[in-house]
């Protein structure tokens, strides 16, 4: 308990899976949550279990593809809790398409949410770090941003360029205690994989080397690593939490 005590928190993708996961983390080791995603329903509910447990959490309904909503979410972090201290840039969304066959639409599509809004959130949760003198940024990329995946073009990009934005992101800011990680996770069991996984248990065995599938709470707790004072001397750096897919 205590890891995150004084700190406040933006947490994107919040209402289901690994953002949910690090809501309720983040909320019971100390941190002021405010928890963002496109799905209210799910969402609430996140929100009213860390309030009954005793923590302090605020639901934001948030595109974070849209400028516009990023300046609301950064205002109301700031307005309810007086400063931003962490922002895990947890939302994205697969896609299953070859370079070949994607539209340009559905391109587009996932590079927005998936890279445009980290840039975003970075944009807007930055300069509230620097009032406060330190923060730590988590964008959660995949081992798809270092590896290659037949049939998910569209996705490994934004991950990859993730990845790279993260370590630029780690330089500019370094000398200000902004630091900025990536965390990229293999085979998670969440509402986002679990219907593919079914169809494809045998496949997706070969993903991992330990005898069972990542957990959202097995990349929570690196989030929360990461984005506790126990980390104070990384940033630029990528955690991967994959089973050891990418370790052969």
């Not at 941190?31 to 302090?56: F, M, S």
């Not at 299953?96 to 890279?115: C, H, P, S």
């Not at 959660?140 to 998910?152: L, W």
Request: aromatic share 6%; glycine share 12%.
């Amino acid at each position: 308990m205590g890891r995150l005590s004084g700190k406040v928190a933006i947490i994107t993708g919040a209402a289901l899976g690994m953002g949910a996961a690090e809501a309720k983390l983040f909320a019971g080791e100390g941190a002021k949550v405010i928890a963002t995603d496109i799905q209210e329903g799910p969402l609430r509910q996140v929100i009213e279990e860390i309030n009954a447990a005793g923590g302090e959490a605020v639901g934001l309904k948030h595109n974070v593809a849209s400028e516009e909503e990023w300046k609301h979410v950064v205002q109301e972090a700031v307005d309810r809790f007086g400063k931003v201290d962490i922002l895990v840039n947890n939302a994205g969304i697969s896609s299953t398409k070859t370079i070949a066959d994607i539209e340009i639409a559905e391109w587009n599509r996932v590079m927005d949410i998936n890279l445009t809004g980290c840039v975003l959130g970075m944009k807007y949760c930055i300069p509230e770090m620097q009032k406060a003198g330190a923060g730590s940024v988590i964008n959660i990329s995949s081992i798809g941003g270092i590896v290659g995946m037949a049939g998910s073009s569209p996705y490994t990009a934004a991950k990859g360029a993730l990845r790279a934005l993260s370590k630029s992101a780690a330089v500019e800011y370094a000398k200000q205690q902004i630091r900025v990680n990536s965390v990229h996770p293999g085979i998670i069991v969440t509402p986002m994989t679990e219907p593919s996984m079914k169809d494809a248990m045998p496949y997706y065995q070969t993903f991992t080397q330990l005898p069972y599938f990542g957990q959202p709470e097995d990349v929570a707790y690196g989030v929360l690593f990461l984005a506790s004072d126990e980390s104070r001397f990384m940033t630029g750096a990528e955690l991967v939490i994959d089973g050891g897919w990418t370790a052969l």
